[in-house]
């Protein structure tokens, strides 16, 4: 069974660009969260989905922008890219929205020139 | 914001010998759980122990929780140089207002010398 898939792997933008980042949560789970890791950090909490609804929100601008879909699958949106949004994006899921058990991806890392 | 500190910032140690991370947090929780990253990579989950517990063992891994201090060690017993990682402390805090949030320290970087 696979596990959290997370594409890209790499990415890199310039200033005031847009992205797109996409996740695909293990089978049957239906919550997808997401975190930003910039280098030297731990991650921090950005959104968590469950059931396709916004349960959860980190400390981050309307710049950040997220959504999920029927299949489960979610994407982070990130406009007018700034160089401090380069960092390692990670996408955990788990069963349910407030789950004590959280499977990570591998991340995409995006770099911001 | 972080939550927590994690203590040492960095740890070298050889082979054969133990590793001690420790990991303080600000808030009341519910529980805390330690994961491993390697070279940064996702993080892999190691183990969770819950408020009212005070200590857990999972195969080389010992932890333990002092809530009333705030305070996680994890224990890494007859370390192996494919132990080597960054370690993180992450706490689900209780009644906090972000649904399904973890947050993270700033992570021990454990290098293991063969």
């Known amino acids: 069974d ?18 797109t980042l996409r996740c695909s949560p293990i089978s049957g789970h239906k919550s997808v969260s997401w975190y930003q890791q910039v280098l030297g950090q731990g991650p921090q909490f ?11 929100r980190g400390n ?29 994006y990670l996408c955990a899921s788990s069963l349910v929205g407030g789950s004590l058990s959280y499977t ?8 911001v020139v | 914001s972080q939550q927590g ?28 759980q330690w994961y491993r990253q390697n070279s940064g990579r ?10 009212n517990e005070r200590e857990k063992h999972s195969g080389r891994l010992r932890v333990t929780l002092d809530t009333s201090k705030k305070s996680s060690s994890l224990l890494i017993t007859a370390s192996r140089a494919a132990d080597t990682a960054s370690y993180f402390c992450a706490t689900d805090d209780e009644g906090g207002t972000s649904y399904g949030k973890l947050t993270f320290g700033q992570g021990t970087i454990l290098t293991v010398h063969p």
Request: net charge negative; proline share 4%.
């Open chain 1, 46 to 56: 950005i959104f968590q989905y469950y059931e396709k609804e916004e349960r959860g």
């Open chain 1, 60 to 88: 981050f601008p309307d710049r950040f922008s997220a959504r999920q879909f029927p299949n489960y699958s979610s994407e982070l949106n990130v406009n007018a890219l700034l160089l401090g949004d380069s960092a390692l």
């Open chain 1, 2 to 19: 696979a596990g959290v898939t997370q594409s890209p792997t790499h990415l890199i933008k310039t200033r005031g660009q847009h992205v």
């Open chain 2, 5 to 32: 500190e994690e203590d040492p910032q960095a740890l070298s140690i050889q082979e054969g010998e133990n590793a001690t991370m420790n990991c303080s947090y600000k808030t009341s929780i519910n529980n805390l």
């Open chain 1, 104 to 111: 990570f991806g591998s991340g995409t890392r995006l770099t």
């Open chain 2, 42 to 51: 996702g993080l892999v989950h190691l183990i969770l122990i819950r408020s």
